[in-house]
């Protein structure tokens, strides 16, 4: 198997599936983030195998006419799609966009089917109507045999490269679209009180980003999302597992090693870029950057700078 | 007279003291760890409380007369080496001040006031846990008080309802 590593998601992100450029993402926990990931291309299809290092999250839009199909690679993950948590007797799929939370290290298998390309392929094929336009905008389906099936053939197909090529699409399609015919049988109902909590979470993620150099109160989100503070910091928890501060600091963090990492001009300033994502005292800063990431901000400066030197 | 200004936050949202001399620091901080710990002792705490418990005064991001007061040497200079390179040094120096001295004095202070008021507690640089667990136990405590005796007052008068009626 060829494996790649990347330190961002975006790289790894958008070379493994079909996701459009509007990713955002977020590493949640301390540590040199690291994906090892490896692609599987068919006119039909991608596969992906994608083992992260530490908590992120990440929210995207797939590129038109595309869906996607994940499972769990291995017992360990522990993670929430679209704020439901996702278990390894599970199948996760959805259209349009994706959204993707980890609670620590984690490991997937998914598919990514171009429908259009399904389509004209197979015109009149009831398989390639369940793989498109059956399939719901996000659910989840409780199905262990077929999750543990999809998951087994990935893996072979991984770890046989020579013959997955000649085989991913004659092997995924037919089992997929079996699974996924069975999929609304399964499926796992989203409770209210769910729908409720991942609503309020995404309302004050937006503010959140559109507030990055400001003063963001638990007030400001109770007034944004239209809940009670301990009802907003439960829903917080349970969806992303952080608080709504912590998990704002964890953004804020990111943000500056985006910037940091890609400096738009060459007299970029860490302290610039600091206050810009509203921090404000430097010494708190570094310590939380590096306790973070694993090395000082300015570090990451001069390593952007150096490779930006490099071309 | 210490003509020093101070300001204190808890992450980058909660404003513990604004401008206030070293004194009245001394009170909002005594004052926001007490409600720290009464919130957590009826499970309404926030990230903020959890925070100043887990770190102490670590985790408090202090200003001296608007700049950032820093109490770790190392980072200090290598922050400040760093700001020069990026030929941010002046903005750096403006703006923050190497001073470890201030925290300890305010662990010196802080748990001298402690004392005072009945609670011998160990350094609160690192963590407040064992401050916390006594304050924790004392409302409690209270608490369980205030309930006996409003169920006491609440019997008393059914009671004198019955005798009256």
């Known amino acids: ?311 | 007279m210490d003509p020093a200004r101070y300001s204190v936050r808890i992450g980058e949202s909660h404003c513990v003291a604004e401008g206030i001399p070293y004194d009245a620091l001394l009170d909002r901080i005594v004052e926001f760890t007490i409600r720290a710990a009464v919130a957590r002792s009826v499970d309404e705490s926030e990230w903020e409380h959890e925070e100043l418990r887990r770190r102490g005064l670590s985790a408090l991001q202090i200003f001296c007369n608007q700049r950032a007061v820093w109490d770790d040497r190392t980072t200090f200079e290598s922050e400040i080496a760093a700001a020069r390179r990026q030929d941010a040094a002046e903005t750096f120096e403006a703006t923050n001040e190497l001073n470890p001295a201030l925290l300890a004095s305010l662990d010196r202070d802080l748990r001298a006031r402690w004392r005072r008021a009945g609670y011998e507690v160990p350094s609160l640089l690192r963590d407040m846990k064992p401050l916390f667990a006594e304050l924790e136990r004392d409302a409690a405590e209270r608490c369980a008080d205030a309930r006996e005796s409003l169920l006491g007052e609440i019997l008393k008068a059914q009671a004198q309802e019955t005798r009256q009626s």
């Open chain 1, 1 to 311: 198997m060829n494996i790649k590593h990347a330190p961002i998601l975006e790289r790894a992100g958008i070379e493994g599936s079909y996701v459009s450029s509007s990713l955002s993402w977020a590493q949640l926990q301390r540590g040199t983030f690291d994906i090892a990931y490896s692609v599987l291309e068919e006119p039909l299809l991608r596969v992906a195998w994608r083992l992260y290092n530490v908590a992120f999250q990440a929210e995207a839009k797939i590129e038109p006419n595309r869906s996607v199909v994940a499972v769990l690679a291995d017992q360990r993950t522990r993670a929430r799609w679209f704020g439901a948590d996702l278990g390894s007797d599970m199948i996760a799929a959805g259209r349009d966009c994706i959204d993707v939370r980890t609670d620590g290290p984690s490991a997937f298998f998914s598919v990514t089917i171009d429908q259009s390309a399904l389509h004209r392929e197979f015109p009149a094929s009831p398989d390639a109507d369940a793989l498109t336009h059956d399939l719901p905008r996000f659910s989840i389906a409780r199905d262990p045999i077929q999750a543990a099936h999809i998951r087994g053939v990935t893996r072979l197909l991984f770890s046989r490269p020579s013959v997955a090529q000649r085989m991913a699409s004659g092997t995924l399609i037919p089992l997929l679209a079996d699974a996924l015919g069975n999929y609304g049988g399964c499926a796992v109902e989203r409770t209210k009180c769910l729908n409720r909590r991942f609503t309020a979470v995404r309302a004050c993620e937006a503010y959140m980003r559109d507030h990055v150099d400001a003063t963001v109160t638990l007030l400001d989100l109770t007034t944004v999302c239209g809940m009670r503070a301990r009802s907003l910091i439960n829903a917080f928890e349970a969806v992303t597992g952080f608080s709504p501060m912590d998990y704002l600091k964890r953004l804020r963090l990111n943000g500056v090693r985006r910037a940091l990492g890609r400096p738009a001009r060459a007299h970029t300033r860490v302290i610039d870029v600091a206050t810009a994502w509203g921090f404000w005292h430097m010494g708190h800063f570094a310590n939380d950057y590096r306790a973070m990431f694993g090395e000082t901000p300015s570090q990451t400066l001069l390593n952007s700078q150096r490779q930006f030197a490099l071309g």
